[in-house]
């Protein structure tokens, strides 16, 4: 299994414009979180789903962000407009309550670097 | 809501034993010890969990104290790969039980 797979990488844009980030989780795992990462905050969980759909969102900073889980292996976080101080690195990361290593392992991505100017 | 306190950072010498401890006295009946770590620039990585036993895996091995209030991460034989940031955290069994990340360890293997 190549892991949990985002895009893109890295991402610089201008304030108030549209960002999307996607993840492709692990094939069969059930969970879909993403968290985001800065120096002040630390890792941040944002919103998770179970089965496409969304159970806790929370931790979604306000309403310019959005995430949809359209089927079991792809997910996109929006960000709409940006704002400088969305510049970040956003996770997501996938796991399964019926996985052999046991729920709440959860298997991360590489990250997307957000800035926004 | 963080439920567990580690020391902000140490330092090892390669080849030697890491030993990372982790209090958690306020720990309920039911929530597991996980250990995740985060490599510069990399998402974190889960490495061991228990509940009550004493655990080992390839990475690395975890101890937790009878009363369950502090447990150590024990990275058998450092290398400079294992420089990162570990954390220690408390939480349910399943992924319900949301997995929230403190500041950890931040452990550094020098040659």
């Known amino acids: 299994d190549a892991g949990v797979i985002q895009s893109p990488r890295h991402e610089v844009t201008e304030m108030g414009q549209e960002v999307t980030l996607r993840c492709k989780p692990i094939?069969?795992?059930?969970?879909l979180f993403w968290y985001r990462q800065t120096m002040m905050r630390g890792l941040e969980l944002l919103i998770y789903?179970?089965?496409?759909?969304?159970?806790?969102d929370s931790g979604m900073p306000e309403d310019r962000f959005s995430a949809k889980m359209p089927n079991a292996s792809f997910s996109t976080l929006k960000i709409q407009p940006s704002e400088p101080r969305d510049s970040a690195v956003y996770f997501c990361?996938?796991?399964?309550?019926?996985?052999?290593?046991?729920?709440?392992?959860?298997?991360f991505g590489a990250g997307s670097r957000l800035t926004v100017l | 809501d963080a439920k567990t306190t580690q020391p902000p950072s140490m330092d090892c010498a390669e080849g030697r034993a890491a030993n990372l401890p982790c209090n958690h006295s306020?720990?309920?009946?039911?929530?597991?010890v996980y250990w995740y770590r985060q490599i510069h620039s990399q998402g974190p990585q889960y490495i061991i969990h228990g509940l009550k036993n004493n655990e080992t895996n390839e990475m690395a091995s975890l101890i937790i104290t009878e009363d369950r209030k502090s447990s150590t991460l024990i990275l058998p034989h450092a290398t400079l790969r294992d420089t990162a940031v570990y954390y220690c955290i408390v939480r349910g069994y399943y992924n319900t039980d949301k997995l929230i990340f403190g500041t950890g360890t931040r452990l550094q293997v020098f040659p």
């Open positions: 094939s069969g795992h059930d969970y």
């Open positions: 789903f179970n089965n496409n759909v969304p159970i806790d």
């Open positions: 306020t720990i309920s009946g039911n929530e597991y």
């Open positions: 990361a996938s796991s399964s309550d019926r996985a052999n290593t046991g729920a709440n392992v959860l298997t």
